[in-house]
T-cell receptor
């Protein structure tokens, strides 16, 4: 079975630009969560979506937004990029909100 | 405010030895405690998880010990192998990673020497 897939693998953007990251959950999973992992730190929770609705939000500015599509895939958007947004962005899927979360390989975003 | 404190930051263990990583949490509402293993350039992989109604859970060479009164839990890796060399993260959440997401520790870089 295919695991969680994310695209692109790597991305380089300039300060002030906007970026869109994509995630496809494990087949049958209806919940997608997004995390930011800065080098040398543990992942930090950004959003959780279930059945196309936002069900949870971490302590991130409004520059971060996301959505979930009818096929349960998801996009994370970050506007007005800052140098500090450089990180590995991880997507995790689960069958529902209160079940185990399985992570994808991540998208490495570098902001210059 | 760091709600999950993980130690040690790095750990070197000889092949065949026992690796022990500890975590302490502050939020008594946490009721789900998973451990993740992460290799360089990869996403975290779920290893084993425990809920506070049991004090220990074992899966193969991996064991979680849980002390609810002390608000601590630990990962034991028995017969540690070089392939176990990775970064390990403990995490905690309310209701199994629900609307508040998983809160992670800062990670332990484990090296198993052959």
């Amino acid at each position: 079975d295919a695991g969680v897939t994310q695209s692109p693998t790597h991305l380089i953007k300039t300060r002030g630009q906007q970026v869109t990251l994509r995630c496809s959950p494990i087949s049958g999973h209806k919940s997608v969560s997004w995390y930011q992992q800065v080098l040398g730190q543990g992942p930090q929770f950004i959003f959780q979506y279930y059945e196309k609705e936002e069900r949870g939000r971490g302590n991130f500015p409004d520059r971060f937004s996301a959505r979930q599509f009818p096929n349960y895939s998801s996009e994370l958007n970050v506007n007005a990029l800052l140098l500090g947004d450089s990180a590995l962005y991880l997507c995790a899927s689960s069958w529902a909100i209160v079940y185990e979360q399985y992570f994808g390989p991540g998208t490495r975003l570098t902001v210059t | 405010q760091q709600q999950v404190k993980q130690s040690p930051q790095s750990l070197i263990v000889q092949k065949g030895g026992i690796s022990i990583i500890n975590c302490a949490y502050e939020n008594t509402a946490f009721d789900y405690f998973p451990w993740y293993q992460q290799f360089p350039g990869k996403g975290p992989a779920l290893l084993i998880a425990i809920r506070p109604d049991v004090s220990e859970k074992k899966e193969g060479r991996f064991t979680i010990s849980f002390n609810k009164s002390a608000k601590q839990f630990s990962l034991h890796i028995m017969d540690s192998q070089p392939g176990d060399s990775a970064t390990y993260f403990c995490a905690a959440s309310i209701s199994g990673g629900g609307a508040d997401g998983l809160t992670f520790g800062k990670g332990t870089h484990l090296i198993i020497q052959p």
